[in-house]
């Protein structure tokens, strides 16, 4: 669509329900204008609704288009798509230019239900397209700088075997399992990406069978609605490897959904706990150890010199590929741990501010105290003629 971009451009997403807490909703819409509007309706714990308004550069709108047009939305129609029902509603409106199309299905889980649908290739790019432009427009309202790689929305792209992925209504969590490169006396790595699949605050907790092996940060954490959180899980360097390199340990991912207003530094100790009013869900994760590839020699017309040449140059790049990934990990790690002397140092001072006031008041009563017995000692004296 270069040198010939439609003027007028105008897209609104709505996805909500009818539940026990009234109309709960997350609307957006880009305006011709240029103005993107945002409304987020949660009436759990008596949240108030959050509206925002901001204006998008011509280069995000131009973005936009960009992957609507490439997705091929327009061509699809939502006649076998799920009907809206008690779970919820979803509608997608988009304009472009002379073209005008309407949207309108059930909430979606997640993959699942998508390829379980009568239409899961025109499903799953609807599906694909909403987590796109909500990333966006999470990015958007939050005024952080936001990237976006050149996406492959076309549908012979999400005709493909979709990555292996786990979850439930709440979360999705990828990949499916924990896969580290297990070397004797070398910590390994591996990242987890929880995604929010809801139009709610997600709150998460990682537990695991082995807390004395890894090291997760963050291990509690809020998902803002339409968001992702990447998860660093770290092993510790082992001194002997398991039997048969097979290992038992397991990770279970905790959800729920929690206020706006809640503070992701101090999430409550009860926010996990299992009651009859609360939807947790759990997901289970297996870890997998797998030995590090060495670089492979190759003896061709060259001779065996150009081989070791080449499996030289692969474990140097190999070396590098992980001196990078470590020096990443140091500099995550880095952050994290900024972050929380920072929530420490909070804390600390709230209570370094209720000390002093303690202090402050013993010190003053003691001091009264001196003043109120030198007087009487002065008071009741005989004087002396």
């Given at each position: 669509?270069?040198?010939?971009?439609?003027?007028?451009?105008y897209?609104?997403?709505?996805?909500?329900?009818?539940?026990?807490?009234?109309?709960?909703?997350?609307?957006?819409?880009?305006?011709?204008?240029?103005?993107?509007?945002?409304?987020?309706?949660?009436?759990?714990?008596?949240?108030?609704?959050?509206?925002?308004?901001?204006?998008?550069?011509?280069?995000?709108?131009?973005?936009?288009?960009?992957?609507?047009?490439?997705?091929?939305?327009?061509?699809?129609?939502?006649?076998?798509?799920?009907?809206?029902?008690?779970?919820?509603?979803?509608?997608?409106?988009?304009?472009?230019?002379?073209?005008?199309?309407?949207?309108?299905?059930?909430?979606?889980?997640?993959?699942?239900?998508v390829?379980?649908?009568?239409?899961?290739?025109?499903?799953?790019?609807?599906?694909?397209?909403?987590?796109?432009?909500?990333?966006?427009?999470?990015?958007?309202?939050?005024?952080?700088?936001?990237?976006?790689?050149?996406?492959?929305?076309?549908?012979?792209?999400?005709?493909?075997?979709?990555?292996?992925?786990?979850?439930?209504?709440?979360?999705?969590?990828?990949?499916e399992?924990?896969?580290?490169?297990f070397?004797?006396?070398?910590?390994?790595?591996?990242?987890?990406?929880?995604?929010?699949?809801?139009e709610?605050?997600?709150?998460?907790?990682?537990?695991?069978?082995?807390?004395?092996?890894?090291?997760?940060?963050?291990?509690?954490?809020?998902?803002?609605?339409?968001?992702s959180?990447?998860?660093?899980?770290?092993?510790?360097?082992?001194?002997?490897?398991?039997?048969?390199?097979q290992?038992?340990?397991?990770?279970?991912?905790?959800?729920?959904?929690?206020?706006?207003?809640?503070d992701?530094?101090?999430?409550?100790?009860?926010?996990?706990?299992?009651?009859?009013?609360?939807?947790?869900?759990?997901c289970?994760?297996?870890?997998?150890?797998?030995?590090?590839?060495?670089?492979?020699?190759?003896?061709?017309?060259?001779?065996?010199?150009?081989?070791?040449?080449?499996?030289?140059?692969?474990?140097?790049?190999?070396?590098?590929?992980?001196?990078?990934?470590?020096?990443?990990?140091?500099?995550?790690?880095?952050?994290?741990?900024?972050?929380?002397?920072?929530m420490?140092?909070?804390?600390?001072?709230?209570?370094?501010?209720?000390?002093?006031s303690?202090?402050?008041?013993?010190?003053?009563?003691?001091?009264?105290?001196?003043?109120?017995?030198?007087?009487?000692?002065?008071?009741?004296?005989?004087?002396?003629?």
């Amino acid at each position: 669509m270069a040198g010939n971009e439609p003027d007028e451009f105008y897209l609104r997403y709505y996805v909500g329900h009818k539940g026990k807490f009234g109309h709960e909703f997350l609307e957006f819409e880009f305006r011709p204008d240029g103005k993107l509007r945002y409304a987020n309706n949660s009436n759990y714990k008596n949240d108030t609704m959050i509206r925002k308004e901001v204006f998008l550069t011509p280069a995000v709108l131009r973005e936009c288009r960009r992957i609507i047009a490439e997705s091929e939305i327009m061509k699809e129609d939502d006649n076998n798509w799920p009907e809206p029902d008690r779970v919820g509603r979803q509608e997608l409106e988009i304009v472009m230019g002379n073209e005008h199309i309407s949207f309108t299905t059930s909430k979606i889980g997640s993959l699942v239900d998508v390829q379980s649908s009568k239409d899961p290739e025109g499903l799953r790019i609807f599906y694909y397209l909403v987590q796109v432009i909500s990333i966006l427009v999470a990015a958007r309202l939050r005024r952080s700088p936001w990237f976006l790689p050149s996406l492959n929305l076309s549908t012979k792209a999400l005709n493909q075997p979709a990555a292996k992925m786990v979850g439930g209504q709440l979360i999705t969590v990828h990949p499916e399992e924990l896969t580290f490169e297990f070397e004797l006396d070398k910590p390994a790595y591996c990242n987890l990406k929880v995604v929010n699949n809801t139009e709610h605050h997600i709150a998460f907790k990682v537990k695991t069978t082995s807390p004395k092996k890894y090291f997760v940060r963050p291990n509690t954490s809020v998902v803002q609605p339409w968001d992702s959180c990447t998860i660093t899980v770290t092993l510790q360097a082992q001194k002997e490897y398991p039997p048969d390199m097979q290992c038992k340990d397991k990770f279970l991912i905790q959800s729920t959904k929690v206020p706006p207003s809640i503070d992701i530094d101090e999430i409550p100790p009860n926010t996990f706990n299992k009651d009859g009013e609360k939807v947790l869900e759990e997901c289970k994760l297996r870890v997998v150890y797998v030995t590090p590839q060495s670089g492979a020699s190759s003896e061709g017309e060259s001779g065996i010199f150009s081989g070791s040449s080449v499996s030289r140059r692969g474990s140097e790049i190999q070396a590098a590929q992980r001196l990078r990934e470590e020096r990443d990990f140091t500099l995550q790690q880095n952050k994290q741990l900024e972050r929380e002397l920072e929530m420490l140092k909070r804390r600390r001072s709230r209570q370094n501010d209720a000390g002093f006031s303690l202090t402050f008041a013993a010190f003053a009563g003691l001091v009264g105290l001196m003043v109120g017995i030198l007087l009487n000692l002065a008071l009741s004296s005989p004087s002396t003629e």
